[in-house]
């Protein structure tokens, strides 16, 4: 089992940066990679970022150039460095880890700007 918690979400400007946390716990020898994705009101779920466990990311096209996605493997966080924020980026945040067998979920972590 891998449990995961996300932070640092809040209410910024248009323009303003976040950085969001995901600290993983458990059987995280099983992880193949993190990913960061987002559900918008009345929206589908969708795919942000992700980095691998060799380090390799992939950005959504809609926030490559933005958003970076870093770990700091001994503290078994994931970050997402959010710059240049926008009103359409207002979602709740959620992280995921990949293993073979199956995907962890975390609990989300809201995030909204305003224009």
């Known amino acids: 089992q891998v449990q995961l918690v996300e932070s640092g979400g809040g209410l910024v400007q248009a323009g303003e940066s976040l950085r969001l946390s995901c600290a993983a716990s458990?059987?995280?020898?099983?992880?193949?990679?993190i990913g960061w994705y987002r559900q918008a009101p009345g929206k589908q779920r969708e795919w942000v970022a992700t980095?691998?466990?060799?380090?390799?990311?992939t950005y959504a096209d809609t926030v490559k150039g933005r958003f970076t996605i870093s770990t700091n493997n001994a503290k078994n966080t994931v970050y997402l460095q959010m710059n240049s924020l926008k009103p359409e980026d207002t979602a709740v945040y959620y992280c995921?880890?990949?293993?073979?067998?199956?995907?962890?979920w975390g609990q989300g972590t809201q995030v909204t700007v305003s224009s």
């Open positions: 995921a880890a990949l293993s073979v067998t199956r995907t962890y």
């Open positions: 458990g059987s995280t020898f099983s992880i193949n990679g």
């Open positions: 980095i691998s466990s060799g380090g390799t990311t």
